[in-house]
Structure formats: C-alpha cells, structure tokens
C-alpha cells in the first residue's frame, strides 16, 4: 500500500507562487504516472496536472500555463509549482496516482487572498 504525504502549502497573495512536495512511499511510485488533485470547499476533487514516469505531463485547463509537474523517480517524490495564483486556486491539494486509487493523504491547504 502506497502512503502518500502531501506538504507546502499555505497562505499567499494573489499572483504568488508555491511549490508543493508529496513524499510517497512504496515501490509503486516508480512506475505509475502521478497527479495532483485538488479540492475546493463545497466541490467535488478535481484533477489538476497528471505526470507519466517518463515525465509526459498534462492539466486542467484551468492551470494550464500556471502549474507545473515534475518527479524525481530517484526520491519518490512529486512535485507542483504553482505561479500567478488566483483566489479560485483556493483548496486542499492531494497528490495520488493519476486513476486516484490509492489510499489519500492528508492534502496541504492552499489559500490564495490578499
């Protein structure tokens, strides 16, 4: 069983930047693509960027431009930059393989207001 921890959020301006870390653990990581989801108060989870395991990445449209993907195979790791942050980027993020069938982590809040 995959045990996925989920890390750096947290309170930004509008138009801001963080980058979000999820440490995952178990030899699954390495061959499955990843993504990272995210879910605002009163919606449903969304997923906002996928990446293969040979790095083949994708997003939501509304990101798009904005987010981005990566991993490093060799930590197990996947991360999200995430630059001109908007208000409506307000949400929990939860990182999972890119069908969502893990078990979820805990997510990281992120809050975009001025």
């Known amino acids: 069983q995959v045990r996925l921890v989920e890390s750096g959020g947290g309170l930004v301006q509008p138009g801001g930047s963080l980058r979000l870390s999820c440490a995952a653990s178990?030899?699954?990581?390495?061959?499955?693509?990843m993504g990272w989801y995210r879910q605002a108060p009163g919606k449903q989870r969304e997923l906002a960027a996928t990446?293969?395991?040979?790095?083949?990445?994708n997003y939501a449209d509304s990101v798009k431009g904005r987010f981005t993907i990566s991993r490093d195979n060799a930590k197990n790791t996947v991360y999200l930059q995430m630059n001109n942050l908007k208000p409506e980027d307000t949400a929990v993020y939860y990182c999972?393989?890119?069908?969502?069938?893990?078990?979820w982590g805990q997510g990281t809040q992120v809050t975009v207001s001025s």
């Open positions: 990446i293969t395991r040979g790095g083949s990445t």
């Open positions: 178990g030899s699954i990581f390495s061959i499955a693509a």
């Open positions: 999972n393989n890119a069908l969502g069938t893990s078990s």
